[in-house]
């Protein structure tokens, strides 16, 4: 189980964190922020948003101006109802400049730390330009050593009839003026809207009671009508009972309403499946209205209604921001199990991950107090950890291993939940034996009705091993040459550190030759000097010094073995075992996972999962992680029998080469029991071929080596041509045809026996 961290992102969120914390992110000090913005209707007298000026030290002058513009056609009127004037902007109490309540500037008496948040002495003359544009002079010296704030509150401004959008106040200064030029959103006029929101849609199998949000965006947003707002079921259900109406704000011009809720909970009407507002012609709401409803959903008709989400149609004489509203779930009593998309997990491996696996009721009650749900590993996996989860007040517990085999969990229904509830087993982990291949399969039973298979995961081998080929080898003979092996992760950290990686002949097979042993990509170490035999040399070692953040590949070339007269013939396998790649069957990892022994069981979850000897292996009959044919065993090599020939130098065209003799290697390989059938020459590569029972042997001209069932073995030279035959030296000779060769200088006689 990996964790990854990137460092390098972790540092850049810290930085931002803390310059956060040195440099607060905020509007820039000379820049006027509006406080809040407001929907409004239009063709009449509104507020609109505040806006806010902060000024830095030094930065506003005496005799500064600007000019602040509403839209074409709005004014700016004053408590009577009238365009405002220049007297109206002029009236000065306590700092505020124009009409407290209205339109006016205000500087305040104190802001933050200062004392006097526009300086002693100074002030504001404001100048109506038109009924929608004004120009502010700053009148007086200010306090250059700290700094100046102003609001300008919109307390009365006419919005133009037929107006829309965003309403805009512009703020133009010239460029010597310590006021900045903008435009600044202080309203917005949206046409007035009703939004939606079922805040509780329940599930249900007969009846339920649904929750619906209602909200006016700005006042009057309500059509004054019958069916001001109206929502129709779906074919089979029937509104109950209208139960309550919550008010969370707003207000309405009409005095006789009261209560608020309580009328507006009077102004519903129930009819089969239509529930409508009903509001008379002289109500109007002076602020945006916000409430809440809750009314009872019933099923009247089973044929005719559809099983999932119960879609009300809105529809009525005011605007809203939807046209359907899903205000609740229709089901029969069921319960649904279903996993989410398999992992990967690693055979061999301890705490493998699976897929989430999900219990779902279609309505409430679906799962019964005190059923049971169990779940059932396939035999080459066994339980590592489990979960448990509670929802609407029903959960699954985790009640233990029935069968103490490690295979079943077992899980109790506890609680009626208050509502459907969604249960999530999560994060669950499985021992897979090695050598194991395929899907996870889990099947379902207990007696909560659930039942079935669900895929959890998919099972990857830690390792793979190749051979580059699989020579004939000999019974009975010792340092035989086998292909080139290759070990391939095929995850990273699949072989694990300070752990052995064992490869493992059959009996009656020996390691003779395994000195050049590498790790030829990845990050993988492995502890060259520490490399042995073990089992009486059928076992080659392999320390893994430091497990890999790469999938790693160790290669093994220059391979011999020795094969005794015991060795049966046909396939000759190498297995990988060893603690490396196959965790689950090394004590101390075992314990580390499982925890403490309980007599002879491994607990999960503090209860008895499966039986364990005292070695611990969770797999005991299992150790091998991959395998691969690396040879064949042929007839075996012969006994007390020998064939032999001589060759007297100039016999046959016998010669010295480059002080070697060479001989004929037809004449040879005649006189060692080759038959003529059993020997072929390509011409195109130069090539000699020549078959004596198991054993097939080739010479190239002028290539310094014997292949011999597919290894190539060296020699001291290449073969030659000479007089159209082919001639070897007698080492190559005794290479090719499994003789020994010796010269006799006196007599100038070769012997190959």
Known sequence: MLKVRNKKFSLIMAIVFALTMVFPFAAFANTPEVLSTPNVNDGQVTSLGTVFFNFTAGQLQDGDSVTMSLPKDFEFRNAKGEVMTDTDWSSVTSGVYGQNGGNYFKIPAKYLDNTNAFGTGAGLDIQ?????????????????????????????????????????????APSNSGFTSGDMTVGRVSGGTISLEATDAPTFSNSDQTTIRVEEDVPGAFDASKESLKFTLPD?????????????????????????????????????????????????????????????????????????????????????????LVVGHYGQYDTSITSGDPTTVVAGQLEQKIADINVNESIKGSLIDGRTVTLTLPSNFKWNKIDTDTDHNTGLSFEGFPGKDGKTAKWQVKG????????????????????????????????????????????????????????????????????????TENVSGALLADKNLNLVLPTGFKW???????????????????????????????????DSTEASTITLTNLAVTVDRTAPEGDVTVKVKGDSPNQVNDASEVQDSYGLLNGSYLEVDSLPCF???????????????????????????????????????GDNGSYISNGRIMVQLRDAANALGVTAQNIFWDNATKTATFIK??????????????????????????????????????????IALGATATWDNTTKTATLK
């Not at 395994?514 to 059928?538: E, M």
């Not at 292996?617 to 020939?645: M, Q």
């Not at 190539?712 to 030659?720: H, K, R, Y």
């Open 611 to 649: 039986t364990v000897n005292s070695d611990y292996k969770v797999f005991p009959e299992t150790g091998t992680a991959a395998k691969t044919l690396c040879a064949t065993i042929g007839t075996p090599a012969p006994s007390e029998s020998n064939l032999a020939t001589t060759v007297t130098l």
């Open 416 to 487: 009626e939940s208050s509502d459907a509830a969604a249960l999530s087993l999560s994060g669950m982990e499985v021992a897979v034996e090695p050598g194991t291949t395929g899907d996870l399969v889990v099947e379902v039973g207990g007696t909560a009705g659930l039942s079935g298979e669900l895929t959890v995961a998919t099972v990857q081998q830690p390792v793979t091993i190749s051979s580059s080929a699989t020579p004939v080898l000999s019974i009975g003979k010792a340092n035989q040459p086998i292909g080139d092996l290759t070990v």
């Open 236 to 324: 089979g259900f029937a509104w109950n009972s209208v139960d309550s109406v919550t008010l969370f704000w707003g207000k309405e011009s009409n005095a006789s309403t009261g209560d608020l809720a309580t009328y507006l909970k009077g102004k519903f009407n129930i009819k089969d499946d239509k529930l409508t507002l009903d509001l008379p012609s002289n109500f109007e709401s002076s602020e945006a209205i916000a409430f809440e409803v809750k009314a009872t959903i019933e099923c009247d008709d089973e044929t005719s209604a559809k099983l999932g989400d119960v879609i009300a149609k809105v529809d009525g004489n005011s605007s809203f921001d939807q046209s359907e």
């Open 693 to 734: 029972g198991d054993r097939v042997a080739q010479v190239t001209i002028g290539v310094k080596q014997v292949k011999l069932n597919g290894v190539s073995l060296p020699t001291d030279m290449g073969a030659e041509i000479k007089d159209g035959h082919t001639f070897v030296s007698l080492s190559q000779a005794g």
């Open 512 to 546: 003779s030759k395994y000195s050049d042993i590498s790790v030829t990509s990845g990050d993988l170490k492995i502890d060259n000097g520490g490399i042995t035999t073990a089992d009486n040399d059928a076992t080659l070692v392999i320390p893994i010094k430091n």
């Open 128 to 172: 109506m330009i038109d009924s929608n544009s004004i120009k502010v002079t700053v009148n007086g010296n200010l306090d250059a050593s700290q700094n100046a704030y102003l609001y300008l509150y919109l307390g009365n401004v006419y919005v133009d009839s037929g107006f829309d959008g965003d309403i805009n106040l512009s703020i133009n």
